[in-house]
């Protein structure tokens, strides 16, 4: 193949669209060599991030498995034909089912997986293995947001509407997120807002993101770690105190505005400031700005979801933008951004514990009778709802809990809270089966390792952060000893005897799919490859019949009535502890190097070498404190773990507030210290308000490396 | 917690529990008892002698100068209260607790039989004496029958004399501020001051009359006090300071009625007006405790579990409430410390508690309500036996004024150094930041690091972190001045910073510095495109393109970059 493919970049959801050109084919020993631009499009109109810029040199890294590889009695990893692994495979998953029963088998997904691979990820799950526990590390991701977007609109699509709305804005306010880091073509979209002076970023950190603030651009708030609800429920106190509500909207459009009124009566500005850190003028001009009526969008990230109160924050989020009159019209909008290449379509398509294909509830005997019919068995032998990410992860080991387990796209010995602990429930398993592209974190612990294709090396759909299908294409041929899942689920499918079809052609996956999400509320029935590769620009819902919806909600919310929900939430007054002696709140956060676990980015040289190692960051009053001076060694401990790092010392975080990236393996890993307490509602766990203690090292402590 | 819905198990008797008061801490209450109530494990019975229900008295003076409407108030969702079964009686009082046959009266006549009763009866605005306002020793009064008269017990205030705390008192100040008239207000304390604020906003004529020196002087020192009165002054409201009221003049009204015209001070001073508003501190409403015989002193006393000291069965929470350590048996009767704060928060945080406590002893959930053990002590907010820590804040748009604890200490009244890190006798050192002509002042009180009081005043952000860094307790920046520039222009770290240092990010998304781009331009790049070509700036987003082209203009190949 010398000719130019046109895909989009492996790692997050903004999914930058780009060309790719083979310079060397795959041999048996290295994958290919791959030439990678940018292309048009309309999300990040010929930019990449560094990130993306370098995502081909893991194509031919060196440090690919190639083969198969099983653990050997000493510990080591030895190749093995495939064959032979998969027979292995099988023979385990079977006696594990027999002994223990089928929901002893547990099964790990991503949302870097293509649609096709989650939905056929889903499908064995239940079919061939007849589990209930299948969940994926999208639960430390988007589940807070999903929740509060069903709840609120009865529909959760990340943005509502197609990123190039936000150009025409006026007032852009951006909460726990740093899009200038994380995505940053993005931020080509926020200009319109900047030029009118109108961006707004909450943020304990003075981030990326919130430093595009500067020079009258518009405003940082930096409340406290963990307050944002509190801010949030001001926000909407104020707005109606001071009648700044689109009452027609509140009319005509929504229910319980009467409650949410209430709720918030006792959240006023002073009192907010008091538990925020924001000052009460501050507050009533973010207020007053966001109800100016010049185009206005809420957005809302990971900082402020990823909470055990996480769902009721976005809620609040969504609750202001109801108030304002904002979702759903042509020139405002709430949204949140999502982070993983397919955090969307991964939501979408049934891995999630309490899902099935197009998102629908698996409780609901209509959606099973559906997606049974297409799958050709008894809606019967559909399991029911299995159990979230963490919970799943923490019954590892446990009596009655998971014994094997699968893992596909995810490193959960980095990405899941209180890592230690998923360490020790990893290592108490029977069996455990990793598919990598390399030795991540967690495959290294594994009994058997399935080498798979990587992004340029297969075709598929991802579902990006605005709701549009787009198309992934091979641009190269694998390495010979590299499999697709799809060909690894039909292959165990088989050996499983297991009901209904497991076609390893992604288009034929996605039609299977796209009539599996049929009548659902994700609906892809009316899309093919052949509709894709005419360049349509497809969001869904895309019903059989239509031209899909790039804007939600116009016309009506998703709920029976037509009219979305504003649900009161409740702030609990959470008491931090007193921070003294090196006591502080941590929290995490990604860099622009890396992306997620870091197990691929830490392998692309000029992105390690940027980036080689966590940085603890704090202010420069606390870390003159505590005896810290930039560069020196401190560790960060709590009950759940230690970490021991260098520190970043950086007027750009708040005095009472330290970060840690969570890309980072071993003792600089953040999730060793993060609690796996998690929301109510949504499952997530609380990673960004971490009580931990701060310690300087002295040169002795440290060893060799001091 | 059990189920919402799960109601009409059987199960237990449901605990009778009797709620007297519906202020916004008993409201609190009530919320949080409702999935006890919803799954029939207790009945709750609300008595308030009010007729309205709960309502968010915080704002009260907001309503009052008529910047928020009625609808603002409200706090509480008291219909969906009564639709899970909770009886509220509003407009009706409790005049008596027997503790022997477990029952309320109330004014009706009727009787409540409680297993658990709560007092939320709250505060009343105290009446100073003045010749010409009766007053009455309402702390040893039995309760009227008629709820409408709790406070005031037939010796109603005269026309054109109020103590606001009600709705009511807020209709009366409303309609003279309405009628853009000249409001007098006695007392310069946080309520007299947001009311006079608040009315001189809504276009009145205010004038504060106080017999100190400075306003707020139970929360400020001189130097924020002396602050706070010129920016009042500044906002239109004229400061009488110094100055003992002594008695009231009245005029007649059309109807021969008598209403007020002056207040008539101890050095001769009269000063004229249409309304005057008593604003000189409030007392806890204890009388209702103190003759069922529960120990009362600035409130009804109760352990740090909100019970009485006398009767676990009977509890109290906020303005009525005075937490304390019971004395140990056979300990002299030493005067309990602290007392009430009058403030919302920790009422709100006790009524959580209560409830909590209520919850999990019902649900036989044993740990269910206590706080999770945190392997980190608690921040001092969450300690209901410290109440008198609450921080004091101004309501009033564009007048910042905060502060906690004890704040008389100066500067130059200790030796520093001279006591071992962390010892707790160790003195309070002080530091200061004053600049009166700009409107600012802090007063930073420490004990070995630790914040233990403030003052802060005209500098909002400083005044918000100082408040989050003393209700947790926390050690301050050794660099005081950290706080102070939070509202200076340079807390905007790297604005104003040197935009073509080496290390300057220029482009975000490739994470390119200035350093990189001019390297490349040395090394013979001279266009945005072949500088992109070389380093990736720009061509992420490509809104640094234009900042690359100026930095192309300024290094110009092949002169090389200068070193940093
Ligand atoms: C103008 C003003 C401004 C304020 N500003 C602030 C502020 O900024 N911040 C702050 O924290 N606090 C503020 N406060 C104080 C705050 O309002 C009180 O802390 C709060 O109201 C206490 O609530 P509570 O329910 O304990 O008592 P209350 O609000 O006093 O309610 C008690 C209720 O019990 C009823 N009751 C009493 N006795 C009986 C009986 N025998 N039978 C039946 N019912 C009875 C009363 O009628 C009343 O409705 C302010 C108060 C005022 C007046
Ligand atoms: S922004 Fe995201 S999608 Fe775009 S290049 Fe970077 S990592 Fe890839």
């Known amino acids: ?706 | 917690m059990p189920e919402p819905g799960s109601e009409s198990r059987p199960g237990p008797i449901p605990e009778r529990i009797v709620l007297v008061g519906y202020g916004p801490v008993g409201a609190r209450f009530v919320e949080e008892l409702l999935p006890v109530v919803r799954a029939g494990l207790a009945t709750l019975t609300v008595v308030g002698a009010e007729t309205a229900d709960a309502y968010n008295r915080v704002l009260i003076a907001d309503y009052a100068v008529g910047h928020a409407g009625r609808e603002a108030l409200e706090v509480t969702d008291t219909a969906a209260a009564r639709a899970t079964g909770v009886s509220i009686l509003t407009g009706t009082s409790v005049t008596a607790i027997s503790r022997t046959r477990s029952t309320v009266t109330l004014g009706t006549g009727a009787e409540l039989a409680w297993d658990r009763l709560v007092l939320a009866t709250g505060a009343r605005a105290n009446v100073p004496t003045l010749a010409g306002v009766a007053r009455v020793r309402r702390n040893l009064m039995m309760p009227p029958q008629d709820a409408a008269t709790l406070d005031s017990n037939e010796a109603t205030l005269p026309r054109g004399v109020v103590a606001l705390r009600d709705l009511d008192d807020a209709r009366t100040v409303r309609g003279a501020v309405r009628a853009g008239g000249r409001i007098v207000v006695l007392g310069a304390g946080v309520l007299g001051m947001e009311l006079a604020l608040a009315a001189a906003r809504g276009g009145a004529e205010v004038c504060v009359v106080h017999h100190g020196e400075i306003p707020m002087n139970r929360n400020l020192d001189r130097g924020g006090g002396t602050v706070l009165a010129r920016a009042a002054r500044a906002a239109g409201v004229t400061m009488v300071n110094h100055s003992r009221a002594e008695s009231v003049l009245f005029r007649l009204d059309d109807d021969a009625v008598q209403r007020f015209d002056a207040l008539i001070c101890a050095d001769g001073k009269q000063i004229g007006g249409d309304l005057l508003v008593l604003s000189c501190g409030t007392g806890a409403r204890t009388e209702l405790a103190h003759l069922a015989g529960l120990p009362v002193s600035t409130g009804i006393l109760v352990d740090g579990s909100l019970r009485s000291w006398a009767d676990p069965r009977i509890h109290a929470i906020g303005d009525c409430a005075h937490v304390a350590a019971p004395p140990a048996p056979g300990a002299g009767a030493a005067r309990p410390t602290g007392g009430p704060t009058g403030l919302i928060g920790p009422g709100w945080r006790q009524a959580d508690r209560l409830a909590a406590d209520f919850t999990a002893r019902l649900t036989a959930a044993g740990s269910g309500g206590a706080p999770a053990p945190n392997e980190f002590a608690a921040g001092r907010a969450g300690d209901l036996l410290a109440p008198a820590t609450a921080v004091v804040m101004l309501k009033a748009e564009g007048v910042d004024v905060v502060a906690a604890g004890d704040t008389a200490a100066d500067p130059w009244d200790s030796e520093p150094g001279s006591h071992a890190d962390g010892c707790a006798t160790a003195p309070v050192s002080v530091s200061q930041w004053a600049d009166p002509e700009h409107g600012r002042y802090v007063k930073m009180v420490t004990r070995s690091g630790i914040l233990t009081g403030f003052v802060c005043v005209g500098m909002p952000r400083t005044g918000a972190e100082l408040t989050l860094l003393f209700e947790r307790g926390s050690e301050l920046p050794a660099d005081r001045s950290v706080l102070l520039r939070f509202d200076g222009p340079d807390d905007v770290p790297g604005a104003g910073g040197d935009a073509f240092a080496r290390e300057t990010t220029v482009c975000w998304c490739n994470g390119v510095s200035v350093g990189a781009i001019t390297d490349a331009a040395a090394a013979g790049n001279a266009t945005v495109t072949c500088i992109g070509a070389a380093t990736r700036a720009g061509t992420g987003c490509g809104g640094c393109k234009t900042r690359i082209g100026e930095l192309l203009d300024r290094f110009p190949v092949p002169t090389p970059a200068p070193a940093p």
């Open chain 1, 1 to 706: 193949m010398t000719e130019t493919t046109a895909t989009h970049c492996p790692y997050c959801a903004l999914q930058c669209a780009m060309a790719l050109t083979q310079t060397e084919a795959a041999t048996p020993g290295r994958g290919a060599r791959v030439a990678l631009a940018g292309r048009a499009f309309p999300t990040n109109r010929g930019g990449l991030c560094k990130k993306g810029w370098t995502a081909a040199e893991l194509i031919n890294s060196p440090d690919r498995i190639l083969e198969p590889m099983l653990r050997q009695p000493d510990g080591s990893f030895a190749p093995a034909a495939w064959d032979m692994a998969l027979n292995l495979i099988a023979e385990r998953l079977a006696g594990g089912r027999a002994e223990h029963g089928a929901d002893s088998v547990g099964v790990f997904g991503g949302g870097g997986l293509t649609n096709e691979k989650a939905y056929q990820l889903g499908k064995f799950a239940r079919l061939a293995l007849g589990t209930s526990r299948i969940d994926y590390n999208g639960r430390f991701c988007m589940s807070s947001a999903a929740a509060a977007g069903n709840r609120a609109f009865g529909l959760d699509r990340g943005l509502p509407f197609p990123v190039e709305d936000l150009d025409a804005a006026a007032t852009i306010l951006i909460l726990g997120s740093n899009p200038a880091q994380t995505m940053p073509p993005f931020i080509g979209h926020l200009d319109g807002a900047r030029a009118a002076g109108g961006l707004i970023v909450v943020d304990p950190r003075r981030t990326a993101t919130a430093r595009l603030t500067e020079n009258g651009a518009g405003s940082h708030v930096q409340p406290t770690p963990g307050s944002d609800l509190v801010l949030l429920l001001g926000l909407i106190n104020i707005v109606i105190a001071e009648k700044l509500v689109d009452q027609d909207y509140i009319d005509s459009r929504t229910i319980g505005f009467d409650e949410l009124r209430r709720s918030v009566g006792q959240w006023w500005p002073e009192r907010v400031q008091a538990q925020t850190g924001v000052p009460t003028q501050q507050l009533r001009d973010l207020a007053r700005r966001l109800a100016s009526g010049r185009g206005t969008y809420i957005l809302t990230g990971r900082g402020v979801e990823q909470h055990a109160d996480g769902t009721d924050t976005a809620t609040a989020a969504i609750n202001l933008s109801l108030i304002l009159g904002l979702v759903g019209t042509d020139h405002s909008g709430y949204g949140t951004l999502t982070g993983q290449g397919n955090g969307q379509g991964g939501r979408e398509h049934g891995q999630k514990c309490d899902q099935l294909p197009g998102y629908r509830k698996i409780t609901d005997p209509a959606a099973r009778a559906h997606v049974a019919g297409v799958w050709e068995v008894h809606p019967d032998s559909i399991p029911g709802a299995g159990l979230p990410a963490v919970e799943l992860l923490a019954s590892m080991g446990e009596s009655g809990g998971i014994r094997t387990l699968l893992v596909h796209g995810a490193n959960v010995v980095v990405s899941a809270p209180n890592a230690d602990r998923v360490r020790a429930g990893l290592a108490a398993l029977d069996f455990l089966v990793v598919c990598d592209f390399f030795f991540s974190e967690t495959a290294a612990l594994a009994d058997v390792v399935l080498p798979v294709t990587q992004w340029a090396e297969e075709d598929g759909t991802m579902t990006s952060l605005e709701g549009r299908v787009i198309r992934r294409r091979t641009a190269v041929a694998a390495p010979a000893g590299v499999r697709s899942e799809l060909w690894i689920f039909q292959e165990l499918a088989r050996r499983l005897d297991a009901p209904s079809r497991y076609s390893t052609d992604p288009a034929e996956v996605f039609d299977e799919l796209a009539r599996a999400s049929a009548g659902g509320p994700a609906d892809y029935s009316g899309l093919s490859y052949g509709l894709l590769d005419e360049g349509q620009a497809a969001y869904w819902p895309y019903p059989a019949g239509s031209t899909g919806t790039p804007r939600l909600f116009r016309d009506r919310f998703q709920h029976a009535d037509g009219r979305a929900r504003m649900f009161p939430v409740r702030a609990r007054v959470a008491d931090a502890p007193a921070q003294q002696r090196g006591i502080l709140t941590l929290i995490t956060g990604r860099l622009l190097e890396h992306y997620q676990s870091g197990a691929q980015t830490r392998r692309v040289p000029e992105l390690a070498l940027a980036r080689p190692e966590a940085r603890l960051q704090l202010h420069p009053a606390t870390a003159a404190q505590l005896g810290v001076a930039d560069g020196g060694w401190v560790d960060v401990t709590n009950s759940r773990g230690v970490v021991r790092c260098r520190a970043e010392v950086t007027l750009s975080i708040r005095h009472d507030t330290v970060f840690l990236p969570f890309h980072f393996p071993g003792e600089q890993s953040a999730n060793r210290l993060t609690d796996d307490v998690t929301d109510p509602v949504s499952g997530m766990p609380e990673f960004k308000r971490t009580t931990v203690r701060v310690r300087a090292l002295a040169g002795e402590e440290r060893g060799a490396d001091a």
